[in-house]
T-cell receptor, first 108, second 113 residues
Framework: AQRVTQPEKLLSVFKGAPVELKCNYS??????LFWYVQYSRQRLQLLLR??SRESIKGFTADLNKGETSFHLKKPFAQEEDSAMYYC??????????FGAGTRLFVKA | DAGVIQSPRHEVTEMGQEVTLRCKPI?????LFWYRQTMMRGLELLIY????????DSGMPEDRFSAKMPNASFSTLKIQPSEPRDSAVYFC???????????FGQGTRLTVV
């Protein structure tokens, strides 16, 4: 079965602390993984994708096929990082499924 | 391009009424997705279309839900009859091809009372 699991509904950290949002997936094929972010009162938008191997707004994510994980990390959280984060899995073709999401709250 | 456009932004309706949500994808995009967002279940894929043809509707919760895409620039999601548990934010998204990400609309917040 194709599934994306984000075990934490809410993650609260202090400004300047490291942050890691967990994502695990289940898919028998070759996965394509994404992180989307939804800031308050804004539409859901792409943050990064694993094939780009890029860092966006200080965030990185590495695909670990052995652990079937794609955790999102940032060494020093900022208040403006507070948002809802969704991990997404694209299976064959166009179908993209999302995890339940993790709300990140960065405290001053 | 204004991006994916959804209407209405907010909808409040009484239980039992028919509700129609509308979506205009980004021009030139070949795929269109309908998602439902709730606190409990996050973002769920309801149905998606490729070149106006429904490809996978396994996420549609029940027969009360139906979706159409009569042409490349318009899609509807209909709930008939609506129930309070349908209250959620419904998102439409489109993508150019299987190698690009999905672009989301601003969503329709549906409240069924």
């Amino acid at each position: 079965a194709q599934r994306v699991t984000q075990p934490e509904k809410l993650l609260s950290v202090f400004k300047g602390a490291p942050v890691e949002l967990k994502c695990n997936y289940s898919y028998s094929g070759s996965p394509e993984l994404f992180w989307y972010v939804q800031y308050s009162r804004q539409r859901l938008q792409l943050l990064l994708r694993h094939i780009s191997r890029e860092s966006i707004k200080g965030f990185t994510a590495d695909l670990n096929k052995g652990e079937t994980s794609f955790h999102l990390k940032k060494p020093f959280a900022q208040e403006e990082d507070s948002a809802m984060y969704y991990c997404a899995l694209r299976t064959g073709g166009f179908k993209t499924i999302f995890g339940a999401g993790t709300r990140l709250f960065v405290k001053a | 391009d204004a991006g994916v456009i959804q209407s209405p932004r907010h909808e409040v309706t009484e239980m039992g009424q028919e509700v129609t949500l509308r979506c205009k994808p980004i021009s030139g995009h070949n795929s269109l997705f309908w998602y439902r967002q709730t606190m409990m279940r996050g973002l769920e894929l309801l149905i998606y279309f490729n070149n106006n043809v429904p490809i996978d509707d396994s996420g549609m919760p029940e027969d009360r839900f139906s979706a159409k895409m009569p042409n490349a620039s318009f899609s509807t999601l209909k709930i008939q009859p609506s129930e309070p548990r349908d209250s959620a934010v419904y998102f439409c998204a489109s993508s150019l091809d299987e190698n690009t990400e999905a672009f989301f609309g601003q969503g329709t917040r549906l409240t069924v009372v």
